[in-house]
């Protein structure tokens, strides 16, 4: 978890789990029926009651000697044990400044004590779970979360914690099983931190199609350079990929931040091989890039808008396949016109008969979400993303980018 909001994730679950402090029963002088309620020897349970005014008189450390008063009596019983420890322990992190190892401590007494009320178990664990996290004493965290679960599932915050705590000791299966808990417990939802500890864990244990897996739905809700660049990293060593599945590639990698120097000119080239110079030119623009290649496209550029008439009547005589279709939605998607790209891409796949049907899909999906139509450029991906091609690949890829750009805040 990033540390800040570590503090402050730990600082809601200490405070909701820290015990109070409150008056004591104590035994009675004469021997009678057994109390229905634990109750203390009066040699403990005058000091500890005493304690309890001076915290509420706001006399913190002569509420404390009180406390360590009532410590020295010997045998105590298991209940006496966790009373004088949470009033250590209340103590501890009531006081400015905070003692929080005196605190995490006298927690791990209580625990220890053997004396909770059942009532109390909860709040004992819950802090104790916080403390021993924060001390990085992870092996009691990890028992004080598995007693916590007795009593009541684990938050958001616990899970993180507990999932934490089994990395930190190096057990990385239960790291991923807690992970996998805590987003059943959320609904579903993903959670960049909870998935990129899951993915960490998934390394060490050399899972890699559930590394993948994992990188998957991280990227629907990560902008980390770093994931997208695994992301990006895992869809460009597609076996088998094409020029034309490149130059969908890297139109992916303009938007997520990923190109290389020598990607622009190698982008540029497809573009100009594919009879796509507006883009070509916008490319090497961006990447800065001069020279022989820029000439090119100048040269291709100067004729090639007011050749899309021509190429947009023969797309409509033309029955017999849909590829030149294609080719005049992509040129309209070069030069922005997404309306007409989008058209003419859908006429193209409804003809038919095409040479890459998926990759002519993921290139309607570009179309669709440059036009602003998110959930139409999502189905479309989809679509594409079916089968064990390398389009297949690319599409998924655009598919997990158009997830994160439309999920929840």
């Known amino acids: 978890m990033k540390k800040h909001v570590q503090r402050a994730l730990l600082a809601a679950l200490l405070l909701s789990g820290v015990c109070g402090i409150a008056v004591l029963d104590m035994s009675p002088a004469y021997a009678g029926a057994a109390p229905a309620t634990p109750t203390v020897k009066r040699a403990i349970g005058g000091p500890l009651n005493d304690a309890v005014k001076l915290v509420n008189e706001k006399k913190l450390d002569e509420a404390l000697a009180k406390v360590m ?10 209940y006496e044990e966790f009373m004088v420890s949470r009033s250590l322990g209340y103590i501890a992190i009531n006081r400015m400044p905070q003692d929080m190892a005196a605190g995490t401590a006298a927690y791990n007494r209580m625990v220890a004590s053997g004396g909770a009320p059942e009532a109390e178990k909860p709040g004992m664990y819950g802090a104790a779970l916080a403390l ?42 239960k790291t991923v099983e807690t992970t996998k808990a805590a987003i059943v417990a959320k609904g579903g939802k993903p959670d960049a931190d909870l998935l990129g500890l899951q993915l960490n864990a998934q390394a060490k244990l050399m899972d890699d199609a559930g590394y993948k897996q994992t990188l998957d739905q991280l990227a629907t809700v990560s902008t980390q350079p770093e994931v997208w660049g695994q992301v990006m990293d895992f869809a460009f060593s597609t076996k088998n990929l094409g020029d034309h599945h490149l130059l969908n590639l890297y139109r992916l990698a303009l938007l997520v931040g990923t190109m290389r120097d020598t990607d622009y000119a190698a982008m540029a080239t497809i573009d100009l091989s594919n009879g796509l110079p507006n883009e070509g030119k916008e490319i090497l623009t961006k990447g800065m890039k001069t020279g022989e290649l820029l000439a090119q496209a100048n040269t291709m550029l100067a ?21 030149i279709d294609i080719k005049l939605g992509e040129s309209y998607l070069t030069y922005k016109r997404y309306d007409e790209a989008v058209a003419a891409l859908q006429a193209g796949i409804a003809k038919g008969n095409l040479k890459d049907a998926a990759d002519a899909q993921t290139t309607l999906g570009i179309a669709l979400y440059s036009a602003g139509k998110k959930d139409e450029a999502l189905a479309a991906f989809e679509k594409a993303a079916v089968g064990d091609t390398p389009a297949a690949a690319i599409a998924h890829t655009w598919g997990l980018f158009v997830k994160r750009g439309t999920a929840a805040a």
């Open 303 to 323: 004729n090639d808008a007011g050749s899309l008439p021509v190429l947009a009547a023969e797309a409509a005589k033309t029955t017999a396949n849909g590829e």
């Open 69 to 78: 008063e009532a410590d020295k009596i010997p045998d105590k019983t298991p």
């Open 132 to 173: 021993n996290f924060q001390a990085k004493d992870y092996a009691k965290t990890i028992a004080a979360a598995i007693e916590l679960q007795k009593f009541q599932p684990l938050n958001d915050t616990g899970f993180q914690v507990l999932a934490n705590s089994y990395y930190s000791t190096n057990d990385f299966a």
